[in-house]
Nanobody
Framework: QVQLAESGGGSVQAGGSLKLSCKVS????????MGWYRQAPGKERELVST???????TYLDSVKGRFAISRDDDKYILYLQMHSLKTEDTALYSC?????????????WGQGTQVTVSS
């Protein structure tokens, strides 16, 4: 059974930093790729960052240069380091994993961790 569990969210002032973690149980960790999504109240969910098995990363334009995705292959943890946080980064952040078929369907999701950035 695949389970993803996020942690590390919280409340921070603008300009601050947070590091999110996504602990993965099951064999899905980096089988294909993993990523972080976020959804703010009243807004569409958006893809923040992805990391493929070979180490290729992608970032949402608005977070480039401020966020960094990484992983610990020994601990089966995906990270999202966030610096210079802005109020518009406030959202529920969820990690997701692609399926064993690497289809880009992202069938595995965590419950999310709330990030709140105040001015």
């Amino acid at each position: 059974q695949v389970q993803l569990a996020e942690s590390g969210g919280g409340s921070v002032q603008a300009g601050g930093s947070l590091k999110l973690s996504c602990k993965v149980s099951g064999a899905i960790f980096m089988t294909c790729g993993m990523g972080w999504y976020r959804q703010a109240p009243g807004k569409e969910r958006e893809l923040v960052s992805t990391l493929t098995k070979d180490g290729t990363t992608t970032y949402l334009d608005s977070v480039k240069g401020r966020f960094a995705i990484s992983r610990d292959d020994d601990k089966y943890i995906l990270y999202l380091q966030m610096h210079s946080l802005k109020t518009e980064d406030t959202a529920l952040y969820s990690c997701a994993a692609d399926g064993y078929d690497c289809s880009g369907s992202w069938p595995y999701w965590g419950q999310g961790t709330q990030v709140t950035v105040s001015s």
